[in-house]
């Protein structure tokens, strides 16, 4: 088969790659589709020391080769029987066990559902790992409620056009950051109601008052924000972050976090049982994955520099 591989010093290769072998309760599929996501770029950097050469890609839609049948792939691998956290045996696709930037791979069958109704190769490749990170921050983790504020730090990425779609659908009011006009008056067609740029002054008291007030419940996938995000809540709202974009490192002031009956949630990915409900909210809604470009599978390269870059809104995709 052909694959991209990484190998020693962040070296991306387009090259052929031996077959995958299904170990017992796996299946070989056939991929259609791969989606980037960021974590792809630090697979690459070896932030995450995993052997080389690995095929990168947590995302993909294919053709299963043992019955034919169209599918999505779970990234989750061996979640576990608990909804609050993985279990210890669990990893994400595409590290260490190599992932969808290849032409076949083997998953367990458990990890399988069908490809949505509708939905084309790009978009079925688009949703899995964003759309389920969007899904249990704002729902599992953020526990939001029809009629609350909710702030999206940083629209454009892939896991805030999920957002924001999905939080609108539940009745949200949906806000949003970024440090582009565009981005947000792109996130308004989404079901934002607003937006405001972090590059301009004080964005946690800009955020405020256009929300009229702290609002309850901030996704936040930058990191180095957290200060602020807890700044944008009301006395008993949530904080839910699953990214350090912006950076890995954050202060606190700890007694007006306690005085102001603040959580702040940590979140990576979601269960099986998470990504049954998103499916349901996709069938139940009309939203759609957004996608910034779509590129052949050779050229992963280029399409990995506009993810690092942030010019990108939405998902970019690889045709394989």
Known sequence: M?????????VLAYESALDPEPKPGE?????????????DLLVRKGIYPFPLPIIPGSDGAGVRRDTGEEVVILPALRWGEREDAPGA??????????????????VPEENLYPKPAGFSWEEAAA???????????????????????????????????????????AGGRVLVTSSSAEKIERARELGAAGGVLYTEGDWAEAAKELAGGPVDLVIDSVGSTWPDSLRCIRPGGRVVVFGATGGTEATLLVRPFYLGWQSLLGTTMGSPRDFAALLRALEAGSWRPVLDSVRPLADAESALSRLESGQHFGKLVLIV
């Not at 052909?2 to 962040?10: C, I, L, S, Y």
């Not at 299946?27 to 974590?39: G, Q």
């Not at 704002?138 to 896991?159: C, D, K, N, P, Y």
Request: aromatic letters at 8%.
């Open 127 to 169: 949703f899995p790992l964003a759309g389920l990170t969007a899904y249990r921050a704002i729902f599992t983790r953020g526990a939001l409620a029809a009629g609350e504020t909710v702030l999206v730090l940083g629209a454009g990425s892939g896991v805030s056009t999920f957002a924001v779609q999905l939080a609108a659908q």
């Open 2 to 10: 052909q694959a991209v591989r990484v190998h020693e010093a962040g």
């Open 89 to 106: 045996g669990f990893e994400i696709l595409g590290g260490p066990t190599n992932g969808t930037y290849a032409e076949l791979i083997a």
């Open 27 to 39: 299946v070989v599929v056939e991929l259609r589709a791969a989606a980037l996501n960021r974590r």
